[in-house]
């Protein structure tokens, strides 16, 4: 009996043994489901205080800057009638006497600023004033003033326009140097004058180049932004995430979604002294046309690969010239900074001070050469000389020559008798397709000069199919490279 009771016994704690094992196991697990779910909610609760911390910085930032940023509504008064009254055959027999015709009607714009200091000036794209007759600036407290141009400057699109006022907001201008690619940004501006509109995004790229309408110009280091810009928003702040201006909100790509533009604010800073003391910019210039280095260029230099920058002429009395850059130098670096294209090399003579001197590296002839040069300031009469990024055509064969006379050399402005003039230009070749005319002088084949037809064919001779044949062109009063590729004769 004692034995048959002590079976039980151990048998029934073996029973509570397991039975409290268990319910430990289930405890442990629904505590670690409970620690899941904990962890899930805290994440949860974490992401979601940093989505407000943002959108509190956001509005933050609207109500401290919003303020500092004015509308600018313009008047432009043009003149308008039949385009007849404007035929010079026309007024040849009729004179002016329709003039009375007629009529002077206000063109209005509208557009955004920021003001940057206790003085009243506000910067803006020179865009948004061109030829304004009239400026009225409006600030977001409900104040209106009468705005005037005191700097502007096309070839940066930027402007200074001054109002009389007082106790007026600022904005603070940042560092647009250290703008990271996905970082993100804020506009404000008014866009189709829907007053202090506040829209947020990303930069999307830097040190974009975009071709303009303006006489064609090229601007460069544009900060690519997926930021909501409209028209209005032109001359707008666009601002970092700590509430500094990094740049001014410029330009839209009309026909694309999401792709604006902006003016890095370091280069404006560079020019608001200007703008305002001289009412224009001095821009930083050494005084060569230049070209992008093409695989064929590359070939017929005997370099490696096609990088640097050709220099197809220098202007007389340049910078460039008075430091010993030469036609057919090859520019690969500026204070010690690489440069590949035309615009990379404008943008990095733009950073310089005038006056500045700079060590540029160049290949002559398959060697290194450094030069050191002062940065001089970019004639104002016209833009000769000015760093292009224009692209120099790329062309074949189907020209017909002959030899430049006296009479020819005084009717185009080369400053001699010497090379040869393109007279006809076979039609539906690549020579016709790629841009070389009638009238432009081949002064070197193969960088060796050609006087004659004798020199010409003296080269050519020495060509296969598919050779490369390196021209400079005269043509405008400058001189460039062009490489072409010999055809096979019909």
Known sequence: MRKFSLFLFKKNMKFVL?????????????????????????????????????????????EKAGPAVVNIDTVRMVQTGLPLFDDPVFRHFFGD??????????????????????????????????????????????REFEGKVVGSDISSDMAIVKIEADHLPIVTLGDSDNLRV???VIAIGNPYGLQQTVTMGVVSAKGRSIPTEIDGHVYTDFIQTDTAINPGNSGG?????????????TAIIPYAQGIGFAIPINMAKKNIDDLIKLGRVRTPWIGVYIQEVTPEIAEQFNLPEAKGVLVGDEVEGSPAEKSGIKRGDIIVKVRDKEVNSPSELQSEI??????????????????KINLVLEIGEMPTTEEEGEITTEKVFSVQTGLKVEKVTPEIAREIGLPSAKGLVITEVIPGSSAEDRGLREGDVILEANRTEVSSLEDWEKI???????????????????????????????
Request: overall charge negative; charged content about 20%.
């Open 460 to 490: 050519i001779s020495k060509l296969e199919p598919g050779d490369t044949l390196l021209l400079l062109i005269f043509r405008g009063g400058r001189t460039y490279y062009v490489p072409i590729k010999v055809g096979q004769v019909d």
């Open 18 to 62: 397991a039975t409290t094992i268990l319910a430990l196991l289930l405890s442990l697990g629904g505590m670690q489901t409970i620690n899941v779910e904990a962890q899930a909610q805290a994440q949860a609760q974490e992401e979601y205080s940093s989505i407000q911390a943002l959108s509190d910085n956001i509005a933050e930032i609207a």
């Open 237 to 249: 702040p666009l601002l970092n995430t700590r509430g500094e201006v990094v740049g001014i909100n």
């Open 350 to 367: 733009r950073k310089l001070d005038i006056g500045e001197k700079a060590t540029l590296e160049i290949l002559r002839n398959g060697k």
């Open 182 to 184: 996905g970082e993100i």
């Open 97 to 142: 006497q329709f003039k009375e015709f007629r009529e002077t009607i206000p063109q209005k714009g509208t557009g955004s600023g920021f003001i940057i200091n206790q003085e009243g000036y506000i910067l803006t794209n020179e865009h948004v004033v061109h030829k304004a007759d009239e400026i009225k600036v409006s600030l977001s407290d409900g």
